[in-house]
């Protein structure tokens, strides 16, 4: 049995399973890197130099997505009230469009500018992960942020987010790029506001992290580590030894 989650190998090893490898999913560290171009996806926006872009790239669906795609719509709209330059780009469509297009336009009226953009769903996302200043996701968004060297704060229900570092990565290494319940700065929009606000002001600090995220895909994520792992697999399988 193959499985993408050590909390998931962990679970299946405890219900009886022999045999259970990790293989984490992969990311195509070639087509996502730090050398896409990302400033005629700013600049069709209109997304200024001195602007910190966050970018959500997911679909647009109640089930794992809205809570959170809601709430990283009041944690920048309160930023921007404060007066801090960001703004959040949404890339995606889905049932839940309608639903996060309201809450943008009241953010929006209330910025009296344009602070949270719906961009709608691209073929080729590639260009807005390379726009971004910072990305929120979860899963494979996640993955892909952190391949194209960006500070990642992992969202998820129940309020969940957390900022990805050397010292949270075990976190989503052993559970997964996803979360229930509050992080370590606490629960809903406040929780997502004061981690994004903690990135906002440091540039150096979003430098760092966006190092630490592309390398962590290097490491652990690129497609020839997967390929390498599945040749193992199947080559001890062909040697009929058991792996404890």
Avoid at 12 to 24: F, I, K, N, P, Q
Avoid at 60 to 76: I, M, N, R, Y
Avoid at 132 to 151: C, E, N, V, Y
Avoid at 201 to 216: I, M, N, V
Wanted: glycine fraction near 12%; charged fraction near 20%; hydrophobic fraction near 45%.
């Amino acid at each position: 049995l193959t499985v993408g989650t050590e909390q998931i190998r962990i679970a299946a090893l405890a219900a009886g399973h022999r045999h259970v490898s990790l293989l984490e999913p992969p990311v195509d560290i070639e087509g996502d890197s730090p050398s896409v171009d990302g400033g005629s996806f700013r600049l069709r926006f209109n997304i200024q130099p001195n602007e910190v872009m966050v970018a959500m790239i997911c679909r647009l669906v109640p089930e794992l997505k809205l809570e959170g795609l809601l709430a990283a719509c009041d944690a920048v709209g309160g930023l921007a009230l404060a007066g801090h330059q960001v703004r959040l780009m949404i890339v995606g469509d889905g049932r839940s469009r309608k639903d996060i297009a309201a809450r943008a336009a009241t953010i929006n009226e209330a910025a009296n500018r344009e602070v949270v953009l719906l961009a709608g769903e691209m073929d080729d996302p590639r260009p807005a992960y390379a726009a971004a200043d910072i990305t929120i996701g979860q899963g494979g968004s996640a993955l892909r942020g952190m391949a194209f060297g960006k500070p990642l704060i992992v969202i998820g229900e129940r309020g969940f987010s957390e900022v990805l570092t050397p010292s949270t990565a075990q976190i989503f290494l052993r559970q997964g790029w996803y979360g229930l319940g509050p992080g370590s700065l606490g629960a809903g929009s406040p929780a997502l506001r004061a981690a994004l606000e903690q990135l906002v002001k440091a540039p150096d600090l979003r430098c760092a992290l966006g190092a630490y995220s592309r390398q962590l895909v290097l490491d652990r994520f690129s497609l020839r580590h997967a390929a390498q792992l599945q040749e193992q697999e199947y080559l001890t399988a062909m040697q009929g030894t058991t792996i404890a």
